[in-house]
C-alpha cells in the first residue's frame, strides 16, 4: 500500500525565530503519527536551520527548486549538491509559481527534475491546468503534456524515485480548493498514464494534490484512491493547521 505524504511548502515565508517555533511545535505534534510520512520545503537560507532542528525526527526537509548545473557561473544558483550538503531529500520542481513567474518550461523543469534525482534527492514534480485551460476541457491535454515532458525524456522508471503533485493553478492560494472528485479524477488519469508505460510504477507512485488544502478538507481529499497526500501552502505556515493535516493523511493510512 503507498503511504500518505504530507509536504509543507513555505514558499517564500519564514524568519529565524517564528521558524523555530514552528518547527519545534511541528515536531512534537506529529511524533506519534508512524504511518504517513512529513516533509517540509523551506527557503534556501533556513534549510540548515531546518536540519538543526528536525534531525532525528520525523519531519524531513527539503527545498522549493534546484538549479540543474554544477559548479559553473551562474549567480545566485544553488544546486543539488549543495542542498543534499544540508540534508535535504526532497525538492520540489516545477511549481506552477515558478512555471509562471520565473519563466521555467516543461524542458527546464523536466531538467531540474533529472538534476535532482542524478543527486539522490526526490523530486517533487508539479503539474496542473490554469482555470482557462479546465473551462476549455483541456485539463488531459496541459496534465499529461507536463507529465510526457519527463517520461519521453528518461522514461517511467524514473517516477519509482519522484513523486508527483496535482496542483491545478486555479485551487492555489485562491481558497477555491478542488473537490475530491475533481481531484481523484485527473490522479487516476495521471496514474493510468503512467501505467501504460509500467503498471508497477504507476502502481507505487505517490501522487499529492495541491491547492487551498486545510484542515477541513485534507480528509476527505485523502481518502480518494489516487490522491497520496498533501502539497501544502498556506496551510503549512500555520503549525496546528498543519499538524490537522497530517493527522488526516496518518489516520487515512490506519482506517484503510
Ligand atoms: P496553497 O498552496 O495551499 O496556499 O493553495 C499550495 C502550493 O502552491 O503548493
Known sequence: MR?????????????????????EALKVGVKDLKHADFVVCVPY????????????SNVAWGAQNLCA?????????????????????????????????????DDTAATRFDAAEKAGLTPIFCMGESADERESDWTEYVVGRQLDSIIRRFGAAVLSKAVLAYEPLWAVGTDIPATPEQAQKVHAFIRNRVARCDANIAKNVQILYGGSLNPSNAAA??????I???LV???SLEVNSFVEICKAANQECVTA
Open 233 to 235: 501552502g498556506r496551510s
Open 228 to 230: 497520496d497526500g498533501g
Open 3 to 23: 503511504r500518505k505524504l504530507v509536504v509543507g511548502n513555505w514558499k517564500m515565508n519564514g524568519r529565524i525565530a517564528q521558524n523555530q517555533a514552528l518547527l
Open 45 to 56: 537560507p533556513y534549510i540548515a536551520q531546518a536540519q538543526s532542528l528536525l534531525q532525528g
Open 221 to 226: 481529499l485523502f481518502a480518494m484512491p489516487d
Open 69 to 105: 548545473n554544477e559548479n559553473v557561473a551562474l549567480t545566485g544558483a544553488v544546486s543539488a549538491y549543495m542542498l543534499t550538503d544540508y540534508g535535504c531529500r526532497y525538492v520540489i520542481v516545477g511549481h506552477s509559481e515558478r512555471r509562471i513567474q520565473f519563466h521555467e518550461t
